[in-house]
Nanobody
Framework: QVQLVESGGGLVQAGGSLRLSCAASGRTFTWSNMAWFRQAPGKEREFVSAISGSGGNTYYADSVKGRFTISRDNAKNTVYLQMDSLKPEDTAVYYC??????????????????????WGQGTQVTVSS
């Protein structure tokens, strides 16, 4: 059983930075593909970024490319999302997700919520203008 716990959210002014963390429990984390999604009020959950089990491959939504950086520390069972140059439109609840099946087609499916079978409870990020 994998449990995911996000932290690091908060209120920040536009142009500021935050670093989100996702701590995972369970032996299967080490090779699990991981991702961050977000959901703003009244909107569907959307893909933000993903990272392969080894950390060798990373993926980003166009809206965050160049501003956000995903990374992982398998020794600490933790995935990070460094968010810089934040904008008011980044305001949302951010969710961590794990693909414990270690999908071999991850490079094609990383952006779909159905790829992931474990989710955290979310952490609120609010960016003021």
């Amino acid at each position: 059983q994998v449990q995911l716990v996000e932290s690091g959210g908060g209120l920040v002014q536009a142009g500021g930075s935050l670093r989100l963390s996702c701590a995972a429990s369970g032996r299967t984390f080490t090779w699990s593909n991981m991702a961050w999604f977000r959901q703003a009020p009244g909107k569907e959950r959307e893909f933000v970024s993903a990272i392969s089990g080894s950390g060798g491959n990373t993926y980003y939504a166009d809206s965050v490319k160049g501003r956000f950086t995903i990374s992982r520390d398998n020794a600490k069972n933790t995935v990070y999302l460094q968010m810089d140059s934040l904008k008011p439109e980044d305001t949302a609840v951010y969710y961590c997700a794990a693909d414990r099946t270690i999908s071999t087609s991850f490079r094609k499916t990383y952006g779909s919520p159905t790829t992931y079978d474990a989710w955290g409870q979310g952490t609120q990020v609010t960016v003021s203008s």
